[in-house]
C-alpha cells in the first residue's frame, strides 16, 4: 500500500464517521482521536473478539478492570518514573523533534528493503527451485546488509544502554540521517523525555501528584494476589485487561499509530518460573493466529524478535503489520520474568507468592505478557480493508472489506421505496435482527447508491425489501464482497446472517 493509499484511508475514515480530530472544531487536539458512529462499533468489535479469544476460550484466563489512577508509587517500583523516557533529538532548521532511536531504525528500514528486493529478483530468476532460506543464507548483497543493520543495531544499544546520548548523536551523524522535512543535518543533542502524564490528587494532608497510567499491565499486577485468591486461580493463569493508556509522545505522527491517549488490550500470563519460555512459545504463536483469523494476507505480517531486551525481559518480540510507511508493531509478546511482582513486594512489603500444593514451594511466578494497541489494530483493520474497485464499463466503488464480524453493522434493510407497506414490513424484520445484529435501516435514495454507502462502511449484508416481498414473503439479499444477489425467505434470514457474519463463526477460526 502507498502513502497515498494511506491518505485515502484517513480521509475515508473521516468522511464515513470512523474517527475524527478531538477537538476538531478548535482546530484539533494534537495526536488525540475522537471515534465516531460507525469507529465506535470497529472498536467495540475488536476489542470484542479480543476479548472474547482470551478470556471466554481459555477457561485459566479471566478479566479485571482496575482504575486509570493508581498509587504513584506503583510507577516508582515499575521503572517508569525513572527510565521511561525516549531519546529526543530536535533539528534546528525544521524545528521538528523526532525520536532518535526511530530515526536510525527507518534508515536501518532501508536495508531490509533493499534484502527484500533481491529475495524478490532471484525468486523471478529462478522460479520453482527457488530456496529462500539457503539464498538468504549465502548470498553476499544480504550478508552485506544484514552486516550493516547489526552495526547499527550494536551502536544504538550500547549508547541507550550506557545512557552516553551522544553515542546516539554521532551515529545520526555518521549515517547522514537528515531531517526529512528540512532534509538538513542540523541536529540538537540527544535528550531523554518522560513520557507519563501527571496531574494532582487533593486528599487531607495535601496535594500528591499522580499519573495517568502509561499502560495497563500495572492493574494487573497489584491485582494479582486478589483474583488468585477470590478467583482460586492455579498456575498457569491469566488476567486480561482492556483499557486506556496515556502517553506524552513528543512525536505522535501517522494518524492513530502514536496517539497521546490510547487504548490497550493487555494478558499477563502466570507461570511457574522455569516454564516461561514454553508459554512465550505458546503465545507467540497463538497471537499471530489470532491476527491471521481475521483473513488478513499472511505476507503483511512478521515477527521482529527483539536483541536488545527491556531490563524485565528475557525475551520478546513484536508482531508487525506492513504499513504504508513500512513493518511496524501491533502487538508486543514478552516474558516478563519475575520482575514487576518481585519489584511490588520490595516496594510494600507484601508477599506476592503463589503457594504450589504439588511441589509444596511458594514462588513469586513468572509473567509471560501480550499487549495489543486497539487504535493500532483498528488502523491495521481500516487499512488492509479500504479497496477501490474497477467494476469495468468505467464503473468503480470503495469498499471497506472488513471481516463481517466486526463490520459497524452487520446487516443493512433497504426497502426499494418508502411507501406501499414496504418501510412497515421492513421494520417487521429489523425488529427481530436487532435483536441479534446491529442493522442499519434506510429508505432515502436509489438503491443502487444506498448499496454504495453500505459498501463504504463495510456492512457485508444488504436486505432489500420489494413489492413482491409483500406476497412471497422473500427479500433479496446482496453480499458485499461479491456483489451477489440471491432470493432468500424472511424466516432464513436469522440463520443465514448469523452464519456469514457473527462472531462465533469467527472465533471457531481459533479453536480448530
Ligand atoms: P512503540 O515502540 O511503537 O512506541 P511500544 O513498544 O512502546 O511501542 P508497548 O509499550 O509494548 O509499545 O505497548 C504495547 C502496544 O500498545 C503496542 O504494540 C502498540 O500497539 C500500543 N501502543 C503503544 N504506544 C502507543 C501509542 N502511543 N498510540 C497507540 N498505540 C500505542
Not at 546520548?165 to 538538513?184: M, Q, T
Not at 418501510?423 to 424484520?429: C, G, H
Not at 463504504?456 to 444477489?485: N, Y
Not at 424466516?491 to 479453536?511: T, Y
Request: hydrophobic share 35%.
Amino acid at each position: 500500500m502507498s502513502e497515498e493509499q494511506f491518505k485515502n484511508v484517513i480521509s475515508h475514515a473521516k468522511e464515513y464517521g470512523f474517527v475524527f480530530q478531538s477537538s476538531e472544531i478548535y482546530d484539533g487536539l494534537s495526536a488525540v482521536y475522537d471515534y465516531g458512529q460507525n469507529g465506535v462499533e470497529l472498536k467495540k468489535n475488536i476489542r470484542e473478539y479480543w476479548w472474547k479469544s482470551m478470556v471466554q476460550l481459555h477457561d485459566n484466563i479471566v478479566g479485571v478492570d482496575a482504575a486509570i489512577f493508581m498509587d504513584p508509587k506503583v510507577w516508582k517500583a515499575s521503572g517508569h518514573v525513572d527510565g521511561f523516557s525516549d531519546p529526543m533529538i530536535d533539528n534546528k532548521d525544521s524545528k521538528k523533534r523526532y525520536r532518535a532511536d526511530v530515526l536510525i531504525e527507518d534508515y536501518q528500514e532501508k536495508y531490509r528493503v533493499k534484502n527484500q528486493k533481491e529475495i524478490t529478483k532471484a525468486k523471478k530468476r529462478f522460479g520453482d527451485s527457488f530456496d529462500e532460506a539457503q539464498f538468504v543464507a549465502t548470498n553476499p548483497n544480504i550478508a552485506r546488509n544484514n552486516a550493516k543493520i547489526a552495526e547499527i543495531d550494536q551502536r544504538l544499544s550500547d549508547g541507550l544502554e550506557s545512557g552516553e546520548l551522544h553515542k546516539v548523536k554521532e551515529l545520526i551523524e555518521d549515517l547522514g540521517i537528515a531531517c526529512p522535512v528540512s532534509g538538513s543535518k542540523n541536529w540538537t543533542d540527544v535528550r531523554q523525555f518522560n513520557l507519563m502524564y501527571s496531574t494532582q490528587m487533593s486528599a487531607t494532608d495535601g496535594e500528591s501528584q499522580i499519573y495517568l497510567r502509561p499502560e495497563t499491565a500495572q492493574g494487573i499486577f497489584v491485582n494479582y494476589l486478589n483474583i488468585q485468591k477470590t478467583g482460586r486461580m492455579k498456575l498457569p493463569f491469566g488476567i486480561a485487561q482492556t483499557g486506556k493508556a496515556f502517553r506524552n509522545e513528543i512525536v505522535a505522527r501517522q494518524f492513530i499509530m502514536r496517539m497521546k491517549e490510547f487504548e490497550q488490550m493487555e494478558m499477563q500470563f502466570f507461570v511457574q518460573p522455569g516454564t516461561e519460555m514454553k508459554w512465550y512459545d505458546y503465545w507467540k504463536a497463538h497471537r499471530l493466529k489470532w491476527h491471521q483469523n481475521l483473513g488478513i494476507d499472511s505476507e503483511k505480517y512478521r515477527y521482529h524478535d527483539h536483541v536488545k531486551l527491556a531490563h524485565y525481559a528475557n525475551a520478546a518480540v513484536d508482531i508487525e503489520y506492513d504499513f504504508p510507511f513500512g513493518f511496524k508493531e501491533v502487538e508486543g509478546i514478552h516474558s516478563r520474568t519475575d520482575f514487576d511482582l518481585k519489584q511490588h513486594e520490595a516496594f510494600t512489603g507484601k508477599k506476592l507468592r503463589y503457594f504450589d500444593n504439588e511441589s509444596n514451594e511458594s514462588y513469586v511466578p513468572y509473567v509471560v505478557e501480550t499487549s495489543i494497541g486497539l487504535d493500532r489494530m483498528f488502523l491495521v483493520l481500516m487499512s488492509n480493508a479500504l479497496q477501490n474497485e474497477d467494476l469495468g464499463e468505467g464503473k468503480s466503488r470503495t469498499v471497506l472489506r472488513l471481516p463481517a464480524a466486526l463490520a459497524p453493522y452487520q446487516c443493512a434493510i433497504l426497502p426499494v421505496v418508502k411507501k406501499d407497506g414496504l418501510p412497515e414490513l421492513s421494520q417487521k424484520i429489523m425488529n427481530t435482527l436487532k435483536l441479534d445484529f446491529n442493522c442499519y435501516y434506510e429508505e432515502k435514495d436509489s438503491i443502487g447508491k444506498r448499496y454504495r454507502r453500505q459498501d463504504a462502511i463495510g456492512t457485508p449484508i444488504c436486505i432489500t425489501v420489494d413489492h413482491e416481498s409483500l406476497e412471497d414473503g422473500a427479500v433479496t439479499i446482496r453480499f458485499r464482497d461479491s456483489m451477489e444477489q440471491k432470493r432468500v425467505a424472511i424466516d432464513e434470514l436469522e440463520g443465514i446472517i448469523s452464519k456469514e457474519v457473527s462472531i462465533k463463526a469467527l472465533l471457531q477460526g481459533l479453536v480448530n
